[in-house]
């Protein structure tokens, strides 16, 4: 009896360690070329997530714009109130009436990811937290992080405030792009307020080459959460993990993304079209499934690049309906040289295509179709918006770029 309950517990245990999905439900990441917003490699990156510290970044995007306007200075002092100097740990120990300058706040917040900082930035920027949270949503909303929602500056928990890995690579990288003078406070390793030196959780920058910033995150609903961006040579990324089950399993996983994203093959192809100043991402496939202790990424149709395509299939045509059930796609008779379309990737499973195509189709106009196609002898599902000008494809394909999604403007 004591040998079949223990054959059965390790039969168990076996199977809860090869089951990624059922071992952390929590995971997500994704890794995107910085320059071209090609998508390198992508898991779960859609899926509901808790930001947890990641939030700051947000907070240091309205700070920052601030400045920006000249509403706020490196040396504008912000008043502490009772509810900011009431936040739990981590802080840096602010009491009711205190002042700090930003100067201050701004290494507070990414070294020390102090919450009653947040909560002075908050209540300095949108007169209370609660108000500075619709702020941070509506800002949100105009960068195209359409799953955000913010209730607080800071990240402590709170049910409605959610977010996705692909939303959070878009704020990284609108952070680097929109305020280049200001990123350099993301690769800071320490800090001293007070007479107190405070040193940053974020290994990563000391840890992996390339790596100067972003942000790290936790809260025991997210799992550890980190924002990455790494330089080598002329290519950088920017790369977001979330929901790993200890700091040094998301570091090292993130460090493995880094590595193949970079240094193995995974690359971004800028083709050039007729018009001027036109770009399109071709995207290999960046494969993630090496062995990592104790955070391993789920199985996930990835993006694959399509230097030459053999025709197997009419092509499936639906309108997108952003708010119902993905339709079923209707037969059409293939279309050649008529119109023009934006080739979003091409996908192992035809309903992964089709949600990408969809997810395309609420930013940009034009038409889904999914077709299959043979690849290097594999069969893919490609995803397009069809049924397009031109000029209308050229400018769909550079919004959606500016957005995290990787695209080609083709003929349909």
Not at 236 to 255: E, I
Not at 297 to 315: D, G, I, L, N, W
Not at 382 to 403: D, F, I, K, M
Request: proline share 5%; glycine share 6%.
């Amino acid at each position: 009896m004591t040998k079949g309950l223990l054959a059965a517990a390790v039969s168990l245990l076996s199977l809860f360690l090869l089951n990624p999905v059922q071992a952390n439900p929590r995971y997500s990441s994704i890794v995107i070329d910085a320059d071209t917003g090609a998508v390198l490699h992508q898991d779960s990156a859609d899926a509901v997530r808790y930001p947890a510290s990641l939030t700051k970044m947000m907070t240091l995007y309205m700070l920052f714009e601030a400045m920006e306007q000249r509403k706020m200075t490196l040396d504008t002092p912000m008043k502490v109130s009772v509810h900011a100097a009431s936040m739990p740990q981590t802080n840096v120990a602010l009491r009711t009436g205190d002042q700090i300058k930003v100067r201050d706040a701004i290494p507070a917040l990414i070294v020390r990811s102090a919450n009653d900082v947040a909560a002075v930035v908050a209540e300095a920027l949108g007169g209370s937290e609660a108000n500075f949270g619709r702020m941070m949503t509506d800002k949100a909303r105009q960068l195209g992080m359409r799953s955000t929602t913010f209730r607080n500056a800071s990240g402590l928990p709170n049910g409605e405030q959610k977010t996705t890995a692909r939303d959070m690579v878009t704020l990284s990288t609108r952070l680097m792009k929109d305020f280049p003078k200001y990123y350099h406070y993301f690769s800071t390793q320490s800090f001293s307020y007070k007479g107190v030196t405070y040193n940053s959780h974020n290994r990563m920058v000391r840890n992996v080459p390339g790596v100067d910033g972003l942000k790290t995150g936790f809260i025991r609903a997210s799992g550890f959460n980190v924002a990455t961006s790494a330089k080598r040579g002329n290519r950088r990324v920017v790369a977001v993990v979330m929901g790993g089950h200890t700091a040094a399993a998301r570091d090292q996983h993130m460090a493995q993304l880094i590595d193949r994203s970079l240094n193995q093959g995974s690359r971004a192809i800028q083709v050039a079209n007729n018009s001027k100043n036109t770009r399109a991402a071709v995207v290999s496939p960046v494969k993630v499934n090496a062995p990592t202790p104790t955070l391993k990424p789920y199985p996930e149709q990835q993006k694959m690049a399509e230097p030459v395509v053999t025709q197997r299939s009419s092509t499936a045509v639906t309108r997108a309906q952003p708010t119902q059930p993905h339709p079923q796609p209707r037969k059409v008779e293939q279309r050649t040289n008529e119109g023009w379309a934006v080739q979003i990737g091409s996908y192992h499973e035809p309903d992964r295509a089709r949600a990408n195509a969809q997810a395309a189709a609420r930013l940009i106009p034009g038409e889904v179709a999914v077709t299959e196609v043979e690849i290097s002898n594999r069969k893919l599902y490609r995803a397009r918006l069809v049924g397009l000008q031109e000029n209308q494809a050229r400018s769909a394909c550079q919004s959606l770029t500016r957005q995290g999604f990787g695209c080609l403007v083709v003929r349909s």
